[in-house]
Structure formats: structure tokens, C-alpha cells
């Protein structure tokens, strides 16, 4: 690929890792908003014009923002919103970000910026799957006083997650439990020798768990659901926001809970930002090959 112009908006410590692996491939990388990880090799921009000022591509975080449509900067006291950035870029500037919803689609829209959600690529979300299974894993080690091997666990969904989080914990010695709506996911669950559960009946199979994992992101342990599980089970949300569980009821009946998000850019943000990398890579190759065609 030839050398580009980048430059990095935000983000955690998956970005501030992706703008060194960007410049040691020999790219001119340009940051902004992440201060407080000082990337090496990379420009310091001092302001967000500065910083997309000429770039062939600006990257922003994962997930793009934390509320409404306010840039996620966890290592930065700026604030600034996705409006912010797009009225700073050139129109046809290409834009990248993570977990784009349609409301900043159709913001970008407006300013008539491309705006590609590098969440929604395959070789990205597996990926980050199998970084995000073997976070929990460590929370799981370090916030119990039992082993794995042995234990009881249930895993809330069988997306891409919860597959990998299973084969994972089976591996480990657990006895795994796998909790999923359709016919499909539960004759795949025990084909792969888990016990499995349907979701509408998952009330009645709360007790006796060891370490129970969300991974569907919606309210799925409520109240009623959160007094069916024993007192010292550990409940670990791996969904995003809005989450599967309810923390306050969690809280209140002290039920031990850990939400955790963005698990790959805390746990492995280095192999994170090489897969982001990569990703980037693919999506500016076909956006390269899609403007040949269409000369």
C-alpha cells in the first residue's frame, strides 16, 4: 500500500497502538484527542483542524461515541462531537468509525463525508470475539475464589461471542451451559456437547451457577431474574450499552456484577490495533479497486 496521510480522533488505547503501527508502515499519522497515552512516532496535532487538515483518511474510535453524539476520548479531557469533526473535514474526506448508528449516518450524510463502520467487518468482529472471550476469562480468574475447571458456567447467547467464550471456557474444564432463542443455535450448542437452554425458559435453570456471561445487549437479567441466581454467583456483562443487566437491582440484592466493556483495547489493545490495522487496510484496498472499476 502506498504511504497515506492518516490521522487518529480519539479512541482508547487501541487507537493510540494503531497510530504507532500506522506510522512504523511508514504512513504519516496524525493524532488527536489521546494526549494522555502520547503515541510514538506519531504528530501531536493541536487542534482537530490541524489534525485532518490534508489526510487521506481519519480514523475514529470504537464505538465512535459514548453519548448521543459526543466522540469517545477516554484518554483525553477534550470534548467534542461527531458534528465537530465532519464540519472540519473536506467533503469526499473518508472517514472510518466504529458502531455507527444512523443518526451520525445520516449526519455525515449532511456534510457529505463517507463515513464506513469498520464494526460492521467480519474479519474485525471475530476477531475482537476471541480478545473479548479471553477477557472475561481473566475477570472471571480473578473475581472468584474458585477455579474454572470445575465450575459452573452459563453463557447468555451464542452470537460470535458467546461461541467462542464456550469453546474457550470447555477447554478450560467448565461445565458450560449455553442459553440461545432459535431452534438453529440450540441444536448447534449441543452439537458441540454443551447443555443448552432456550432463553424464554432461561428462569427456571438461574440456580446453582457458578459465573454466569452476558452477551446479549439487552435487558435480560432483571430483578426477578437476578434473585433466581445464588448470592455468590458473578454475573460478567460482555454487551454493549445498554447492557443485559440490571445493575442497581444487581447491586441492591448483592449479586456481584462487572460490566465489561471495550475488553479488547484493555486486555490486548496491541493485537486489537494490529487487526484494526489490518481491517483499515482492507477497506481503503477496495475502496481503491471499486474507483478503478468505476473509471
Known amino acids: ?62 464505538p465512535i461515541t459514548r453519548k448521543h453524539t459526543v466522540i469517545n476520548t477516554p484518554l483525553s479531557a477534550i470534548s467534542m462531537t461527531t458534528e465537530d469533526v465532519f464540519s472540519a473535514l473536506d467533503q469526499d474526506q473518508l472517514a472510518l468509525g466504529g458502531l455507527i448508528n444512523e443518526e451520525i ?4 450524510c449532511t456534510y457529505q463525508i463517507p463515513l464506513l463502520d469498520y464494526y460492521i467487518r467480519e474479519e474485525l468482529v471475530i476477531a475482537n470475539a476471541v480478545t473479548t472471550a479471553e477477557g472475561a476469562i481473566q475477570i472471571a480468574m480473578e473475581e472468584t475464589p474458585i477455579t474454572l475447571w470445575g465450575s459452573r458456567c452459563l453463557i447468555l447467547g451464542f452470537g460470535r461471542i458467546g461461541k467462542v467464550l464456550a469453546h474457550r471456557l470447555r477447554s478450560l474444564g467448565t461445565h458450560v451451559t449455553v442459553s440461545a432463542r432459535t431452534w438453529a443455535d440450540l441444536a448447534w450448542i449441543r452439537a458441540y456437547g454443551y447443555e443448552s437452554i432456550h432463553t424464554h425458559a432461561l428462569d427456571q435453570h438461574l440456580g446453582g451457577v457458578d459465573i454466569l456471561f452476558n452477551t446479549i ?63 483499515i487496510y482492507n477497506i481503503l484496498q477496495e475502496q481503491e479497486q471499486g474507483q478503478c472499476q468505476n473509471k
Open 1 to 62: 500500500m502506498d504511504h497515506l496521510n492518516f490521522a487518529v480522533i480519539g479512541g482508547d488505547m487501541r487507537q493510540a497502538k494503531l497510530a504507532e503501527l500506522l506510522a512504523a508502515d511508514g504512513h504519516r499519522v496524525s493524532v488527536f484527542a489521546l494526549e494522555e497515552s502520547a503515541p510514538a512516532r506519531v504528530c501531536q496535532a493541536p487542534s482537530l483542524d490541524a489534525a485532518v487538515q490534508g489526510t487521506d483518511c481519519v480514523i475514529l474510535p470504537l
Open 217 to 279: 445487549p439487552r435487558l435480560i437479567l432483571g430483578l426477578d431474574q437476578l434473585c433466581r441466581l445464588d448470592s455468590d454467583t458473578l454475573c460478567i456483562d460482555l454487551s454493549s450499552r445498554p447492557g443485559g443487566v440490571d445493575f442497581e437491582a444487581a447491586e441492591r440484592i448483592g449479586i456481584k456484577t462487572v460490566w465489561a466493556l471495550s475488553l479488547p483495547g484493555k486486555v490486548a489493545p496491541v493485537t486489537s490495533a494490529m487487526v484494526l490495522r489490518d481491517t
Open 105 to 108: 449516518h445520516e449526519q455525515a
